[in-house]
């Protein structure tokens, strides 16, 4: 442990934590959109098991780092498959896959519900069933982010007791600020919206990078960035409108 308390590795945690903090950031919107839609009782319930499984696996990943970096190698090449691209698929290149196929599935699902103005049935004799299923759908794609969580880390430091310390402190963040971002994403429709076309687009992305189509994290999270300026300005124009009408109807 005497190893964690170097300049080097306290530099290290702090750096590791913030990255893992913004690459949760597609984590807490997914978490917050799916406990959302479960009964205010229920809401809290959901978002802490979700960002605690997603501490409890990414540590326990840990203890398996030479499995997560071994997901790295071919396991096989798509023409073995009678397909014509000569790429090879990995263990890592099937997680992202299927992590991006459910992503894409639930999000679109979620938009598909919202334009029909369709909700969940949310009775009494439902809401077990309703949580744990959340709870599950939370566990999944915790699963898939933590992979690729896990190998941005091993990518920056090899100490084992700093990762688990970033993660930590990641989670703690998280955990703070998660009720925040779900009660404003669910008091804002067109918020909710926006963030349900970034998971499809991180979705969508996944996909591409299982097939080996890399695009740089840094582009995906300024064009995040930057819708969500624009929406919080639209925000804030239909506010001031909405005050303008008030005070004309009050003058009248």
Do not use: C
Request: aromatic letters at 8%; a neutral charge.
């Amino acid at each position: 442990m005497q190893e964690l308390f170097t300049t080097a590795a306290l530099t290290s945690v702090l750096t590791l934590t913030l990255l893992e903090v913004v690459l949760g950031v597609d984590n807490i919107i997914f978490i917050s959109i799916i406990s959302g839609k479960l009964p205010e009782k229920d809401q809290k319930k959901a978002r802490n098991a979700g960002l605690i499984s997603a501490m409890i696996i990414r540590i326990g990943l840990l203890f398996v780092l030479g499995w997560i970096l071994g997901l790295e190698k071919d396991l096989f090449n798509l023409q073995d498959l009678g397909l014509p691209w000569d790429m090879g698929m990995s263990g890592k290149n099937l997680i992202l896959l299927g992590g991006g196929v459910f992503l894409l599935y639930k999000s679109t699902t979620e938009i598909h519900h919202k334009l029909e103005g369709e909700e969940d049935d949310m009775g009494s004799d439902k809401v077990a069933s309703s949580l744990s299923r959340a709870v599950l759908d939370i566990t999944v794609i915790n699963i898939i982010f933590s992979i690729d969580s896990i190998i941005t880390a091993v990518g920056m430091t090899s100490i084992i007791a700093v990762m688990a310390a970033s993660i930590i402190l990641s989670t703690i963040v998280m955990l703070i600020f998660a009720k925040s971002v779900g009660d404003f994403v669910e008091s804002h429709p067109t918020v909710k919206m926006l963030a349900l076309s970034f998971l499809v687009m991180i979705g969508t992305l996944l996909v591409a990078e299982a097939f080996h189509v890399h695009v740089p994290k840094g582009y995906v999270y300024f064009a995040m960035a930057f819708s969500f300026i624009v929406e919080m300005l639209n925000i804030r124009l239909r506010k001031n409108a909405a005050k303008k009408v008030h005070l004309h109807k009050h003058m009248k």
